[in-house]
């Protein structure tokens, strides 16, 4: 595996379609979700431009209308507005408008048009998008438009009262309209929204179960490669990122998208000149946003790294504290905190600065669009060219456009590390487990009740090497190691630190393959053997008990239900540990704190032991603890082991030679291969590196 991987280095990743494929194949478990929820998107998109235009029909048709279409009666060549109002002119609703359900047949398009307080009904004209070439005639008879001429009548204050009241009537409508719209609005986006997070969610939710999963499968040489940090960050922040790029990213990018086009579309067929003096200034934000970019990923590169580091720094001070406390070094690791938590400040303050020169710089674009749409389309407004409803809907135009791109702008660097953290999952999910199981599995031959195995272990001229391709001897932590245990013997394993006593507990739990040799049990060979069913039935003591949280109870049955109570019991007094569980105030149902950090060493072990002892396991293995334990509870120990040993092949890392006396066989381990086998009797008579080894410890338990 590349060491790069998982590095936090490599946070950005430019759009990778590969990548993109196979996070698709995962959101298509929530295509319901996400398909409702991107329709629901439209809906908003549509209602969103939506809105401003009935804002614009609003003010141009009903509230400040210098020309306002009416119909009036085709074969009137009086226009008698006064005699018989009801017969002459009608005010169709807008729905009856849009739909063209007023009487067209008998009545004509007119308009109403007012200047300097008075209104003119122009007949036979329509409405027009601009009056710039209207003219009126002086004697207030005819007009002209684009050349046209049309009769002119003007209009009573008493026949104005009735289209008043007609237009009171439609802006209420208008209004009911606009409140309806956003309603509508509210409820599809919150649709959206939810329905949108609830998707992503659980897409995440999806993939994070199997990249757990996955990681509790990898054998044990893959943990030595990648620390528990990264995998903690993969699993959390770097899922994190997709959650954000499913909810934040992708599909409001589209809506942004679309909103950009559809404003622009919108804009360019109410008024195609006023359109182009908007975005005069794009220029000024396509430059500034694409500078932003580039600054604003740099940025956020420092602040993320600098971020695992102050993770990583603090996740090892504080499982360190101890330490630190007892070397009485909180002072100089404080100051190494404090340098690397004032470098994170530095980046997090260059990353506020960035983002606080590009929002107002944007802001600036916006109000300088603004200020440009009033000059000039407020000039085209007094000239009758442009009309008022059309700018005051320019306006929420002009601000919504500005909104999508600087939200796209920034959401282009979140696009780009999620894309890295994604390629990093998907990385680790490739990952191969690299202690395969077979898949035809030789089931093993003396099976007896309750057990797998009878436990005979054999390791035929085993050489291993932690490293994937070993070149020199001297990679090898394992050279030829050959030795057998017959079905309830003890094997005790002595040598110097680092001679390879636990690399050969490890193998024979299939934890790494072996490079070269055999290592069999029963006669099989244990690549042969289901490696769940192996190591079911080979209990194993460490040195330094792993307790997890939970109660005492649930800390010996680890989660194998069919242990009852009882059990528990019997084998905690039987391993002389229910003389202390007993003791403590909520006895078995003690809860478990921090890893067992209330109880002695002494008492995790004869715990541990309980633990091993209720899977009856054919083949037990003990690293003997080194830490200094009461005599006490050495003795209870000792007993412990005594009864645990019996009728059970026992490997057991030796530290305390005074304990192995009685094994049947001592292997002398050095430098990864055995130097000496035999019982005591028989190494010490041999005078060589058991007997140097055994009269040292004693010399030194006579001198202490
Ligand atoms: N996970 C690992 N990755 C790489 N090298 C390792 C790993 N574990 C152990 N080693 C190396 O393998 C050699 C044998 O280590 P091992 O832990 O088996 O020794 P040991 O005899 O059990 O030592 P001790 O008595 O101190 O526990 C050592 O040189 C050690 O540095």
Redesign the pocket.
């Known amino acids: 595996m590349a060491e790069t991987i998982h590095q936090e280095k490599e946070i950005e990743k430019s759009f990778d379609s590969s990548i993109m494929k196979r996070l698709m194949h995962y959101a298509k478990s929530q295509w319901l979700l996400l398909g409702i929820s991107i329709i629901l998107m439209l809906l908003v998109t549509a209602l969103d431009l939506a809105i401003p235009y009935v804002t614009k029909i609003a003010i141009d048709e009903y509230i400040s209308p210098k020309q306002q279409q009416v119909y009036t009666l085709k074969d009137d060549p009086n226009v008698s507005l006064a005699s018989d109002l009801s017969a002459s002119l009608i005010l169709p609703s807008i729905s009856e408008k849009v739909l063209g359900t007023y009487k067209t047949t008998a009545y004509e398009p007119s308009v109403l048009y007012t200047e300097d307080g008075v209104t003119y009904l122009v007949k036979g004209m329509s409405r027009s998008k601009s009056l710039e070439t209207f003219k009126l005639a002086n004697d207030g008879q005819t007009a002209t438009l684009d050349g046209v001429t049309y009769k002119v009548k003007s209009v009573t204050a008493t026949e104005l009262d009735v289209v008043k009241a007609n237009n009171k009537h439609q802006i209420l409508v208008l209004t009911l309209t606009l409140g309806s719209l956003l309603v509508i609005s509210f409820f599809c986006a919150f649709g959206h929204t939810y329905l949108l997070n609830y998707g992503s969610q659980k897409i995440v939710y999806n993939m994070r179960e199997e990249l757990y999963s996955h990681i509790q499968n990898m054998s044990l040489s893959f943990f030595?490669k990648n620390p528990v940090g990264r995998l903690v960050t993969r699993v959390s922040n770097d899922m994190d990122n997709i959650n954000e790029m499913f909810t934040n990213v992708l599909v409001t990018s589209i809506k942004d998208f679309l909103l950009l086009i559809g404003t622009l579309v919108v804009m360019s067929i109410i008024d195609f000149k006023l359109t182009l003096i908007c975005f005069s200034t794009m220029p000024l934000v396509l430059i500034s946003a694409s500078i932003f970019r580039k600054k604003a990923r740099n940025v956020q590169r420092e602040v993320k790294v600098k971020l695992a580091k102050i993770n990583a720094t603090l996740a090892e001070n504080i499982n360190g504290m101890k330490i630190i406390q007892i070397f009485n070094k909180e002072k100089d690791i404080y100051e190494d905190f404090d340098a690397i938590n004032t470098d994170f400040l530095k980046s997090t303050i260059a990353e506020t600065r960035v983002y606080a020169i590009f929002r107002p710089t944007m802001n600036l674009a916006y109000s300088l669009s603004l200020g440009l749409l009033l000059w000039f389309g407020g000039g085209d407004a007094i000239k009758g060219a442009v009309e008022l409803g059309v700018l005051v809907a320019f306006i929420t135009y002009t601000q919504q456009f500005f909104r999508p791109i600087m939200d796209l702008s920034e959401k282009f660097n979140i696009l780009q590390s999620s894309m890295a953290s994604a390629e990093r999952i998907f990385m680790l999910l490739d990952e191969k487990e690299s202690i395969v199981n077979p898949t035809h599995p030789v089931p093993l031959a003396n099976a007896s009740a309750g057990r797998h195995f009878s436990g005979e272990i054999a390791f035929e001229d085993v050489w291993f090497s932690?490293q994937a391709n070993p070149q020199t001897d001297d990679d090898y932590?394992l050279k030829g190691v050959s030795f057998k245990a017959g079905v309830g013997e003890s094997i005790a394993l002595v040598?110097a630190?680092?001679?390879?006593?636990?690399?050969i507990i490890s193998l024979l739990n299939r934890f790494y393959d072996i490079q070269k040799g055999r290592i069999t049990i029963d006669g099989v060979d244990i690549r042969d053997v289901d490696k769940h069913k192996l190591r079911e039935h080979i209990g194993i003591v460490l040195q330094d008990v792993f307790l997890f949280s939970g109660d005492i109870k649930s800390n010996i049955r680890l989660y194998n239900e069919s242990i009852t109570d009882e059990n528990i019991k019997e084998i905690a007094k039987y391993v002389n540990a229910d003389g202390f569980i007993s003791k403590l105030p909520l006895g078995y149902d003690e809860p478990v704190v921090e890893r067992g950090a209330t109880l002695s060493a002494g008492q995790r072990q004869l715990l541990s032991f309980a633990r091993a002892l209720v899977f009856d396991p054919g083949i037990l293995i003990l690293d003997e603890a080194t830490s200094n334990i009461d005599t006490e509870t050495e003795l209870l120990i000792q007993d412990a082991i005594n009864k645990i040993i019996k009728g059970r092949t026992t490997l057991i890392?030796a530290h305390r030679l005074s304990t192995i006396q009685h094994a049947s066989k001592i292997i002398v381990?050095s430098k990864g291969e055995i130097k000496e086998m035999g019982n005591h009797q028989e190494l010490l008579s041999k005078r060589g590196m058991y007997y140097d080894l055994y009269t040292l410890q004693y010399s030194e338990s006579v001198y202490n």
């Open positions: 030595d932690y932590v040598g630190t680092g001679s390879g006593k636990t690399t890392v381990m």
